[in-house]
């Protein structure tokens, strides 16, 4: 199945704000928008935003998502060193009747 | 509190079989949807197969016809019975509550193919 588009790789400051992207279609993102999920080495992802932007209780309001056509966006202000992770988004696929991921994106804290 | 603790992972020799099993407790399997996702080792996040609180099932191209995912309500427990498995299943295999807002995970259970 066709995955949703996700920069390898962002790196910034210690406090300063990241911004990272998913693209995909009106199929996925573009219908019922994009979650996003963080994972840290050796662990399982946790949900960090629901597809509709909401957080899950729990998760810091450092964390922001939001969502323009079809791409959508997790922004992360004033960065931790416990941000650095992998950072996933996922949306349901109309056509396919499925999930789809993107292909992940680390996140390096400087 | 919710928990989900999959079972049944381990090394096996091409062309094998093995059940997983994720225990779940904090909220009822059969009224949710739940799925399956793996990561094959330095890769990212696959979706594998899903099954709805109606019991409809689907399954990712590269595992349909050799993998069958099912629930016993009575255990609270979600399976994914695997055959015919080759190197490129090699991967944690988690499961998942929900089919796009994945909001609990496992611990994941580790499945080697290897001879």
């Known amino acids: 199945q066709a995955g949703l588009t996700q920069p390898p790789s962002v790196s910034k400051g210690l406090r300063q704000t990241a911004t990272l992207t998913c693209t995909g279609n009106?199929?996925?993102?573009?219908?019922?928008?994009a979650a996003w999920l963080q994972q840290h080495q050796g662990h399982p992802p946790k949900l960090l935003s629901y597809r509709n932007n909401n957080r899950p209780s729990g998760i810091s309001e450092r964390f922001s998502a939001s969502r323009s056509g079809n791409t959508a966006s997790l922004t992360i202000s004033g960065l931790q060193p416990e941000d650095e992770a992998d950072y996933y988004c996922?949306?349901?696929?109309?056509?396919?009747?499925?999930?789809?991921f993107g292909g992940g994106t680390k996140l390096t804290v400087l | 509190e919710v928990q989900l603790v999959e079972s049944g992972g381990g090394l096996i020799q091409p062309g094998g079989s093995l059940r997983l099993s994720c225990a779940v407790s904090?909220?009822?399997?059969?009224?949710?949807?739940m799925s399956w996702v793996r990561q094959a080792p330095g890769e990212g996040l696959q979706w594998v197969s899903l099954?709805?609180?109606?019991?409809?099932?689907y399954y990712a191209d590269s595992v349909k016809g050799r993998f069958t995912i099912s629930r016993d309500n009575s255990k609270n427990t979600l399976y994914l019975q695997m055959n015919s498995l080759g190197a490129e299943d090699t991967a944690v295999y988690y499961c998942a509550r929900n089919g796009a807002d994945f909001d609990y995970w496992g611990q994941g259970t580790l499945v080697t193919v290897s001879s």
């Open positions: 009106s199929n996925n993102v573009g219908n019922q928008g």
């Open positions: 904090g909220f009822t399997v059969m009224s949710n949807y």
């Open positions: 996922s949306a349901w696929d109309n056509s396919l009747s499925a999930p789809v």
């Open positions: 099954i709805y609180s109606d019991g409809t099932t």
